[in-house]
């Protein structure tokens, strides 16, 4: 079985450009959530879906990053300008259930902002 | 805010010793602790969970205890490898609350 899919795997661009970052996650599994990790750090949330429906997005910049996740399936994340501190690893992670269950995370998109 | 804390200097053990890891939280208590391990370039894997209520829970060389009293966690790999090698990170979400918080992690390196 396939498990949580992330595209680009690495992604270098300009500040004030524009960033999307994929994910498919396990099939079946009705929860997604957006993590994003700074070097030596513990990934910190950004966003949680339950199917099509954002239920925890408190952690996500919202003057700047927005993610959608249609048809209750793929997801993406959008930066847009991008910053220099915005450099780090962005996972994506699915679930079966809500928090109470094992999450199965992607490989990750290192994004470098230059 | 939730807080958890884990040293965030690396373990350094000899092959076949026992490695422990330390996984300590503030504010609120956790409905339940998980841990995970990363290797450099990947993402996160999920070994093992543990819920409030519990006091231990066991996977194969793996063992997790959970002391609400002390508001620790420890992780234990008995008869550790080098192929044990990596960072281990807790997570955890405290009653009442949505979010699944991780510690910084702490990474272990096993030597042959």
């Known amino acids: 079985e396939a498990g949580v899919v992330q595209s680009p795997r690495y992604k270098i661009i300009e500040k004030k450009q524009p960033v999307a970052f994929w994910c498919n996650p396990i099939?079946?599994?009705?929860?997604l959530y957006w993590y994003r990790q700074n070097l030596g750090q513990g990934p910190e949330l950004l966003i949680r879906?339950?199917?099509?429906?954002?239920?925890?997005d408190s952690q996500l910049p919202k003057d700047r990053f927005s993610a959608e996740r249609l048809k209750g399936v793929d997801s993406t994340l959008k930066i847009q300008p991008a910053e220099l501190g915005d450099s780090a690893v962005y996972l994506c992670?699915?679930?079966?259930?809500?928090?109470?269950?094992?999450?199965?995370f992607g490989q990750g998109t290192r994004l470098t902002v230059v | 805010s939730q807080k958890i804390e884990q040293n965030s200097e690396a373990l350094n053990i000899q092959e076949g010793k026992t490695a422990t890891l330390t996984c300590n939280y503030t504010?609120?208590?956790?409905?339940?602790l998980q841990w995970y391990r990363q290797d450099p370039g990947r993402g996160p894997v999920f070994l093992l969970l543990?819920?409030?209520?519990?006091k231990e829970k066991r996977k194969e060389r793996l063992k997790v205890t959970f002391d609400t009293t002390l508001k620790q966690s420890l992780f234990h790999i008995t008869a550790s490898q080098p192929a044990d090698s990596a960072t281990y990170l807790c997570?955890?979400?405290?009653?009442?609350?949505?979010?699944?918080?991780f510690g910084k992690g702490t990474m272990l390196l096993v030597s042959p």
């Open positions: 992670a699915s679930s079966v259930g809500g928090l109470g269950t094992e999450a199965f």
């Open positions: 099939s079946g599994h009705n929860t």
């Open positions: 879906y339950e199917n099509e429906e954002a239920v925890d």
């Open positions: 504010n609120y208590s956790p409905a339940y």
């Open positions: 543990i819920r409030e209520n519990e």
């Open positions: 997570a955890f979400r405290g009653s009442g609350y949505s979010t699944l918080t």
